[in-house]
């Protein structure tokens, strides 16, 4: 009798996984785009490959004045919700570079130039343990980036002109159906 019970509810379990729906990330808009006087700025977040969750941004900024701009990544921040949630990783960080990035650089960006590059947030990454063990060795240095979470996700980005700090927030809405 006890195999019978054991066995409809493994069963009924199986049905249960079998029948269970998908979840679908969607962003809102699709892809932000601000626009000031003096630059452009563009996010998109990206699916991750092969799975159906958003995990990082393309990031795209357009210097639209005759000057140069400066962009401040270390008072460059993700918002979650808008608030606060950290500073950004790019594609290709290493874990020496991941060690430093309190320190993050100031990029130059020359008039009439565009500047475009994927972009994670450093509070959601995970570790690989094969990754700790490899250290910098390789380029993706042993972590992975987890999902974007439900809600308000993007960034307040710190432009420096002619020494002025010119900051503006960008942002998506990422909900699951």
């Not at 409809?8 to 809102?28: D, M, N, P, R, W």
């Not at 307040?156 to 159906?177: F, P, Q, Y």
Request: hydrophobic share 40%; aromatic share 10%; proline share 5%.
């Amino acid at each position: 009798m006890k195999k019978r019970i054991a066995l409809v509810v493994a069963i009924f379990a199986l049905v249960l996984t079998g029948c269970a729906k998908e979840q679908i990330y969607s962003s809102s808009p699709p892809m932000q785009t601000v626009s000031t006087s003096s630059f452009e700025v563009k996010l998109e977040p990206l699916k991750a490959e092969g799975y159906n969750y958003y995990n990082r941004f393309h990031y795209q900024f357009i210097n639209k004045t005759s000057g140069d701009l400066i962009i401040d990544w270390s008072k460059t921040f993700y918002l979650r919700n808008g608030k606060n949630h950290g500073l950004f990783g790019w594609e290709g960080l290493t874990f020496e570079q991941l060690r430093e990035v309190e320190a993050e650089p100031v990029i130059t960006i020359a008039p009439g130039k565009k500047d475009a590059i994927e972009l994670f947030p450093l509070k959601l990454m995970g570790w690989r343990e094969e990754g700790v063990r490899m250290k910098s060795t390789t380029p993706e240095a042993g972590f992975t980036l987890t999902p974007l979470p439900e809600g308000e996700n993007g960034m307040s980005i710190a432009v420096l002109k002619d020494g002025k700090l010119l900051r503006k927030k960008i942002m998506v809405n990422i909900t699951l159906k």
